[in-house]
C-alpha cells in the first residue's frame, strides 16, 4: 500500500537519502533499523510530505504523494508518532486527542475512537483534563501514540518509540503496538533497538548512512552474523 | 469619590477597548510570528468605513460597524496572501514590509479621508445614572458591553472551536499541526484576517467615542505592542489584564496627574514590567 521508489533526499546541499526503495503491504508491520544519523528520521518525514525528494517516487493506495503537502498526505489516512513526542504541550491531554481526529472524517466518530484510546492507554482517561505538559515522559508517548490513532489511519508511522523511555514502559507500549496490529493497523517502525524492533516485525530494512543495505523477514535478519554482531551486540 | 469612580469606569472601557485591539496582535505574532505595525491603520480605516457608511452613504450605523469589520477582515486577508505569504520563515522581511505597509497606509488615509477627526454617528444617546453616584454615557456603556460581547466570543472561538484549536496547535509546532491535518496556510490567512478585524472591530467601537485622525494610527498600534508585551506575549488572558491596566493607569494618570502625560503612563508600566518581570504578566519564560 505505502511504495517509495529509489528516492534521493536532501537536507539544503547535504544529500541524506540514496536512491532508497521500501514497501509496506496491507496489514503488515514492518521495520526500518538504523543508528543514529542513518537516515531514519528523513524518510519518515519524506513520507509524511515534511521533505519532498529530488528524485524517485511515493505512492500510498495507488496515488502518487511525492509533492503532496503533509497535511494532505495525513488526511489520506497516514498518521504518525515523530520523534520527540512533538504533542501540544500547552493544550490539555483531551485537546491532544481531538487535534488527532482534525480531519473531517474522524471528526464524526470522535467519541468513539477516545473510548477506544482510552481503552488502549487507561492512564490517559485519568489525565484528560491536563495540560499535555505536565505529563510524564511516558505518559506523553501514549498521548503521541493516542493522538495519531485518532484518525483511524490506514498507515502509522512510528519512529523511534523507545527513545527515553524506561524498559518498563517500552514494554507497555509495545504490547500496545501488537494489539493495534490485531485490529488491522498497518504499521511502518522506525527503531535504533533492533532486538525490540524485530521481535515484534515480519520484515524488515536495515538502513546505514542513507542507504538500505539489507532486507529480509525478522527470521533472517535476526540470523544475519552482521546484524547479530553490530546491532544485537551478539 | 464618585468622581474617582467615573475615572476608573473610563479606564475600564477604555481597557476592553485596548485588549480587543492587543489581542489582534497577540494572535499574529503568535501564530505567524509576524509583528502587524500595519496594525493602527487598519483600526482607524475600519473608523473611516463606519463613519463614511454611516454619514455619506446613509447605511444604519449599527449595520455599518459589522459591514467596516468584515471590509477590514478581506483587507487582512488580502494583505497576508500578497504580501505577508512569501515571507514566511524570514521574520525581519515581514517586519519591514508591514512597517512600509504602516506608512504608505497612513498617508492613503491622509489623501482620501483627509487630516480632520471624523466621527461616526453615535448609536445612542443620553447618559444613565450609575448607582446614583454619577452619570454615564449611554453611547460609552454600550461600546463597553459590545466590546464584552466581543471578548467573550473571541475566548469561545479560541478554546472551544475546532478552527480555535488549530489556531492554537500551530502557534505551539506548526509542523506537527499539519502532520495531524490542519492546513496551516489557510490557519495562517484566516488568523491574520481575524488579527485585522479585531483591529478593526476596536476602530469601530471607539470612534463615535474618540474620533479618529489618520496621524493617530502609530499610538493606537504602540498601545496593541504595549498591552501584548504587558500581559505577555501569546496569552490572551495577558492581553485582556493588560488592557484594563493600562486604561486605569491612563485615565487615572490623566485626571490626578497631568494630561498631557496620558501617553507616558503606559511606557513607565511597560518600563517596569520590562524590568521586573519580562516575560510579561502572564507569559511563559522561555530560555
Given at each position: 500500500m505505502l511504495e517509495v521508489k529509489g528516492i534521493n533526499v536532501f537536507r539544503g546541499e547535504a544529500q541524506i537519502l540514496w536512491n532508497m526503495?521500501?514497501?509496506?503491504?496491507q496489514g503488515e508491520i514492518v521495520t526500518?533499523?538504523?543508528a543514529n544519523g542513518s537516515g531514519k528520521t528523513t524518510l519518515?518525514?519524506?513520507?509524511l510530505g515534511v521533505h519532498h525528494p529530488k528524485m524517485g517516487k511515493i505512492t500510498f493506495l495507488g496515488e502518487e504523494i511525492t509533492f503532496r503537502s503533509s497535511f494532505l498526505i495525513a488526511r489520506m489516512g497516514v498518521s504518525c508518532v515523530p520523534e520527540g513526542r512533538r504533542i501540544f504541550k500547552d493544550m490539555t491531554v483531551y485537546e491532544n486527542l481531538e487535534m488527532g481526529a482534525y480531519p473531517m472524517k474522524?471528526?464524526?466518530?470522535?467519541?468513539?475512537?477516545?473510548g477506544w484510546?482510552?481503552?488502549l492507554f487507561p492512564v490517559l482517561r485519568e489525565r484528560g483534563g491536563q495540560i499535555a505538559g505536565t505529563l510524564s515522559g511516558g505518559e506523553q508517548q501514549m498521548l503521541a501514540i493516542g493522538r495519531a490513532l485518532m484518525s483511524k489511519p490506514i498507515?502509522?508511522?512510528?519512529?523511534?518509540?523507545?527513545?527515553?523511555?524506561s524498559p518498563k514502559i517500552t514494554k507497555e507500549i509495545y504490547g500496545t503496538i501488537k494489539k493495534l496490529h490485531q485490529e488491522k493497523v498497518t504499521i511502518l517502525l522506525i527503531e535504533q533497538n533492533a532486538t525490540l524492533a524485530l521481535r515484534h516485525c515480519y520484515r524488515g530494512y536495515i538502513l546505514e548512512t542513507g542507504r538500505i543495505t539489507l532486507q529480509g523477514t525478522s527470521q533472517e535478519l535476526l540470523g544475519n552474523e552482521h546484524i547479530r554482531k553490530a546491532y544485537l551486540g551478539l | 469619590m464618585s468622581e474617582f469612580l467615573m475615572y476608573l469606569t473610563n479606564g475600564i472601557v477604555m481597557g476592553v477597548i485596548h485588549a480587543i485591539s492587543a489581542i489582534g496582535v497577540s494572535l499574529i505574532v503568535g501564530i505567524m510570528k509576524v509583528v502587524n505595525f500595519a496594525h493602527g491603520e487598519l483600526y482607524i480605516?475600519?473608523?473611516?468605513?463606519?463613519?463614511?457608511?454611516?454619514i455619506s452613504l446613509g447605511v444604519p450605523p449599527l449595520l455599518a460597524m459589522p459591514l467596516s469589520v468584515f471590509f477590514i477582515f478581506l483587507v487582512g486577508i488580502g494583505m497576508e496572501r500578497t504580501l505577508i505569504r512569501p515571507t514566511y520563515g524570514d521574520e525581519m522581511y515581514s517586519l519591514i514590509i508591514t512597517f512600509v505597509l504602516s506608512i504608505v497606509l497612513q498617508n492613503a488615509a491622509l489623501l482620501i479621508f483627509g487630516p480632520y477627526p471624523n466621527k461616526p454617528p453615535n448609536l445612542i444617546s443620553g447618559a444613565t445614572n450609575i448607582f446614583g453616584l454619577y452619570h454615564y454615557g449611554n453611547q460609552r456603556l454600550l461600546s463597553f458591553f459590545i466590546s464584552i460581547g466581543i471578548l467573550v466570543f473571541i475566548f469561545y472561538l479560541i478554546k472551544k472551536t475546532w478552527f480555535g484549536k488549530s489556531i492554537r496547535a500551530v502557534s505551539q509546532d506548526r509542523g506537527m499541526a499539519s502532520l495531524v491535518g490542519v492546513d496551516h496556510y489557510r490557519v495562517n490567512m484566516l488568523s491574520f484576517g481575524l488579527g485585522a478585524a479585531l483591529a478593526g472591530t476596536a476602530g469601530v467601537v471607539i470612534a463615535p467615542i474618540f474620533p479618529v485622525t489618520p496621524t493617530g494610527s502609530s499610538a493606537i498600534s504602540l498601545t496593541a505592542f504595549v498591552v501584548v508585551v504587558l500581559g505577555g506575549m501569546g496569552s490572551l488572558k495577558g492581553c485582556v489584564v493588560g488592557g484594563l491596566i493600562l486604561g486605569m493607569m491612563e485615565n487615572l494618570g490623566a485626571a490626578y496627574i497631568s494630561t498631557m502625560y496620558r501617553q507616558i503612563f503606559g511606557f513607565i508600566i511597560l518600563i517596569l514590567v520590562l524590568v521586573f518581570r519580562p516575560w510579561g504578566l502572564f507569559g511563559q519564560k522561555t530560555q
Open positions: 526503495s521500501i514497501s509496506v503491504e526500518v533499523l538504523g519518515v518525514e519524506s513520507i474522524a471528526r464524526s466518530f470522535l467519541k468513539e475512537t477516545v484510546v482510552y481503552s498507515l502509522l508511522l512510528l519512529d523511534e518509540l523507545s527513545l527515553g523511555l | 480605516f475600519a473608523g473611516y468605513f463606519s463613519y463614511h457608511l454611516s
